[in-house]
């Protein structure tokens, strides 16, 4: 089964308001976690990431939240901008035990609007 | 920020021929990546690379595929011979020494085998 999963395949959100964009996870051995933003037909890039001993971390309009106990981390967007429209895409990583490979969700495609 | 470039675009070849996908990574990284998408799925590691080696390939890193980079020319990873099952989009991914986890990702090879 899928080892990391984003539920939810689209968001919607006012320009303005806050999205959140959420991810479980089932290998508690993961202790790397990353958004990526995606364009169509462009590069994944890398929005924020934690390790597994914080529980938030904040960049500007962007907070990443994980939650050990619950399997889940979640990356919250203020002052959502249409710009903002793209999908978002979670990933993990056991780096203590692994040669760093990422385990992808399937993306959430955020749409913002005017 | 750093860039990986990846030739072709796209690519659409018959089933049994050979392809080579192409990743210039970002300059004085050290670590290479593959990672495989196909239509409707989340992106899933194929292999990583390092020092001239494979470290860690999954189960989708078939006997048919192959990777190497030769003298800090591009990174390559070759399919021989092609199956239907290979249509995907193929992204390549490098990362810094220091920091093996933060992957920069190129825009993907859109591989069809008809």
């Known amino acids: 089964g899928q080892q990391v999963k984003q539920s939810s395949p689209s968001l919607t959100v006012q320009e303005g308001g806050i999205s959140i964009l959420n991810c479980d996870y089932e290998n508690d051995m993961f202790d790397y976690f990353a958004w990526y933003k995606k364009y169509p037909d462009n590069s994944p890039t890398l929005l924020i990431s934690v390790r597994s001993n914080v529980d938030k971390r904040e960049d500007g309009r962007l907070t990443v939240f994980l939650n050990k106990s619950g399997k889940h981390f979640s990356l919250h967007i203020t002052a959502s901008q249409p710009e903002d429209t793209a999908v978002y895409l979670c990933a993990a990583d056991n780096s203590g035990g692994s040669n760093y490979k990422l385990t992808f969700g399937k993306g959430t495609l955020l749409t913002v609007t005017p | 920020g750093p860039k990986v470039l990846q030739i072709p675009s796209h690519q659409i070849i018959d089933m049994g021929q050979m392809v080579t996908l192409n990743c210039d990574p970002v300059s004085n990284h050290l670590y290479f990546y593959w990672y495989k998408q196909i239509l409707g799925q989340q992106m899933e590691f194929l292999v990583n690379f390092y020092n001239g080696k494979v470290m860690e390939k999954s189960k989708l890193f078939k006997d048919q595929f192959s990777v190497e980079r030769p003298d800090g020319s591009y990174f390559t990873l070759k399919i021989q011979p092609t199956a239907l099952e290979d249509s995907a989009v193929y992204f390549c991914?490098?990362?810094?020494?220091?920091?093996?986890?933060?992957?920069?990702f190129g825009p993907g090879t859109r591989l069809l085998v008809l």
């Open positions: 991914a490098s990362s810094p020494g220091g920091a093996r986890d933060t992957q920069y």
